[in-house]
T-cell receptor
Framework: GAVVSQHPSRVICKSGTSVKIECRSL??????MFWYRQFPKQSLMLMATSNEGSKATYEQGVEKDKFLINHASLTLSTLTVTSAHPEDSSFYICSAGRARGKDTEAFFGQGTRLTVV | AQSVTQPDIHITVSEGASLELRCNYSYGATPYLFWYVQSPGQGLQLLLK??????LVQGIKGFEAEFKRSQSSFNLRKPSVHWSDAAEYFCAVGLSGTYKYIFGTGTRLKVLA
């Protein structure tokens, strides 16, 4: 199967600092990756689409200067939360897309629990 | 606009009872449909998926789901629930030609011993 690895699984950072989260597709190449955010007891909301070799596409209401996305290779996308504040504390999940024939499917990482203190 | 509705926020069933979790979607094209389960503090685990073909889909852990185009539904079922099934369940629509998913609001399942 397709495996997507996300690191770290948990991170605690001080308010005002930046934190980077990595999303790797381990056994396939992904030209497109996605970043989702999940608040406690809520659903997953798409934040942005990460495109290899080009700029990310952000969903409405997501601050692109706060959530920096880099997709420098076909197996790695990173999300950097800049100048983090307590309201950025959340569960962040990435996914990577893989096509087989006409069927397209995304595979999800294990998620990263970010706590900003 | 695309959307996914899970009408039941919470469901409580007794262990051994049958289960049905409802999911309705709004999408103009033929959808790719998924059910995921999430335990507290954990990531998503895929239970089953529908791309095309047989509208009754079998998944892991004894779950199945039926795609009904006329009702725009993709309800999840299990004939006999186990205490370990207690978790949050998400229905999702995959947008054709992309890897972008729209998730429902989730249904939290509680299982009584």
């Amino acid at each position: 199967g397709a495996v997507v690895s996300q690191h770290p699984s948990r991170v605690i950072c001080k308010s005002g600092t930046s934190v980077k989260i990595e999303c790797r597709s381990l056994d396939f190449q992904a030209t497109t990756m996605f970043w989702y955010r999940q608040f406690p007891k809520q659903s997953l909301m798409l934040m942005a689409t990460s495109n290899e070799g080009s700029k990310a596409t952000y969903e409405q209401g997501v601050e692109k200067d706060k959530f920096l996305i880099n997709h420098a290779s076909l197996t790695l996308s990173t999300l950097t939360v800049t100048s983090a504040h307590p309201e950025d504390s959340s569960f962040y999940i990435c996914s990577a897309g893989r096509a087989r024939g006409k069927d397209t499917e995304a595979f999800f990482g294990q998620g990263t629990r970010l706590t900003v203190v | 606009a695309q959307s996914v509705t899970q009408p039941d926020i919470h469901i409580t069933v007794s262990e051994g009872a049958s289960l049905e979790l409802r999911c309705n979607y709004s999408y103009g094209a033929t959808p790719y449909l998924f059910w995921y389960v999430q335990s507290p503090g954990q990531g998503l685990q895929l239970l089953l998926k529908y791309f095309s073909g047989d509208t009754l889909v079998q998944g892991i852990k004894g779950f199945e789901a039926e795609f009904k185009r006329s009702q725009s539904s993709f309800n999840l079922r299990k004939p006999s629930v186990h205490w370990s099934d207690a978790a949050e369940y998400f229905c999702a629509v995959g947008l054709s030609g992309t890897y972008k998913y729209i998730f429902g609001t989730g249904t939290r399942l509680k299982v009584l011993a």
